[in-house]
């Protein structure tokens, strides 16, 4: 069983701000600052340090972030290099609906994969 980030939503451009809350979260906890998740912000990428992006990209490495189509082919390259016959999906989402929604993306993703095979 492996594990994977996902933030799912309508667009790739709002999955992206959902998951700026995750992203937040990691750089407060490697930075002795942990917390309460935090709530998302516009454009967070663009307001942090190389080193940070850096320690971002290596500790969220196995994260799918987008749209519907976005999560399913993530799904389905995942699945095919790793092998894994179970995952186990994570969601660090501030807002609750949001977070539904996103598993619920994930879930008819993995469904159509499914049917597809």
């Known amino acids: 069983m492996l594990g994977l980030n ?9 999955a992206r701000h959902l998951f700026s809350s995750h992203q937040q979260a990691m ?9 309460r ?3 998302p912000v516009d454009n967070y990428e663009e307001h942090i340090t ?3 992006g850096a320690l ?11 749209s519907p189509q976005t999560i399913r082919d993530g799904l389905a390259h995942f699945i095919e290099n790793s092998g894994a016959d179970e995952i186990m999906v994570t969601g660090q989402i501030f807002d609750h609906q949001a977070r539904l929604k996103s598993f619920e993306i994930v879930a008819e993703a993995h469904g159509k994969l499914l049917a597809a095979a």
Do not use: K, W, Y
């Open 27 to 35: 750089v407060n906890n490697r930075t002795g600052r942990p917390g």
């Open 37 to 39: 998740l935090p709530p």
């Open 6 to 14: 996902i933030c799912a939503a309508d667009t790739d451009e709002e």
């Open 56 to 66: 971002l990209q290596h500790v969220l490495a196995c994260s799918l972030v987008g």
């Open 50 to 52: 190389p080193q940070i």
